[in-house]
């Protein structure tokens, strides 16, 4: 028990660290995420320790349905390397799954009591509020020193820290750092991520277990409404529209399932932040309706050109619908120049999963969605907190992923693997 404590205790200093993981710059071509190498250090250690005392075997592993299909997706990603016109893109993509998909195994058998989950939830709260100072500090420079101003300094000081310098130049000569709202021109949020829609998919997946802490927690109430509020607002100010599409699909999901659950206090709270909430958008947060207004406008610039992306993906797929065209080739068929370090994406994950890994692959993808929700939503009963996080969390998920990908943000896939691993998490409470 002391050694599985101790395991615990350095998860949760990797999961603290994870929103501010250093890139390592190994080669002019190649940057590394710190955390990829701290999840699979953490990983293998606690592997040999547990076969050593013999209080694991290889079925635990795959004991579940969720667990089974990470595994075949895995398996199948791979597969479709061997398809590939360029199989060291593929490679390179895999060892991304191989260095982060751990720590859904991690997250699963550390967190396996009742106290464990509520310090891991504090602490993946408290780094997230952390980040979240730091986006809202980044967007509110703009009205001090200028807007040109601090892209420069972010592009050149932080990104490459963060990011990487191979990643960060790509980003700074394919920004989507600002937005026009209304005829001005705005810095969005981004903080420590390489761009807006990354930092939104960080505090979409985040967001529900504040939210459900300040619904379910009778202490620290004042805390963790300011908190919510922080990262309610960063989100916002990401103006990410597939993350504003994301954010209502959760907050439904946390309000239908969650209703049954509420107090009659809570009732109330919900529905006067409701109004309030309606009240300061239209107010003063014209910027994110009007935002918000653009999704559904099919004449806008940038609509249709993601609509004019999936139909190029959707003419990938009916050419390869069953292996697809190998991970990571996507951006190699779109654009027989381009380089591994490449913008080009469906902007869609479920198009790209399909497009690159085959229809069985998208498949295995929902599967691993769909059994980790459905086995969130038995246990919503015994641990509400946890499981509208979660079920809330995928929501957000896999809303905006019908317009972005994220699974190859390390930061972003790695909370996803917490939030997974939370949804199955062996209970010996």
Known sequence: MRCKNSFFWLLLLLVAYLPWQIALNLTPDIDLMSGRVLILGLFFFWLIVEFYQKRIKV???????????????????AASIFTADNQIWGWRKLLVFISIFPLFWLTRFLASQEKERRILINVIIGGAALAALVALAQFGAQFIFGSEAVMNFWAGKITPLFSGASFGALVATNPSWLV????????????????PHMLSFYLGLVFPFALARLFFEKKFRWLLFTVNCLLLTVLLLTFSRGGYLGLLASLAVFGTLGWRYFGRLAK????VGFLLALIILLLVGWPVVARLGDSFNLTEGSNLGRLAIWQDSWGVIKKNPIVGVGLGNYPAVINFGGVYRSAITSHNLYLDIWAEMGIFSLLAWLALIFTAA??????????????????SSLAYFSSHSFFETAIFNPTVLAFLMIVLGLAVVEDES
Do not use: C, H, W, Y
Request: charged share 20%; glycine share 6%; no cysteine.
């Open 59 to 77: 079925r635990n592993f795959f004991a579940d349905k969720t667990a089974l299909a990470l595994a075949v997706f895995f398996l199948l990603a």
């Open 180 to 195: 026009e709202v209304s005829g001005q021109t705005l810095l969005r949020a981004m903080g420590l991520f390489p761009d």
């Open 268 to 271: 109330k709270f919900l529905a």
């Open 374 to 391: 459905k086995k969130a939503l038995k246990a919503r009963n015994q641990n509400p907190i946890v499981a509208l996080g979660v079920l």
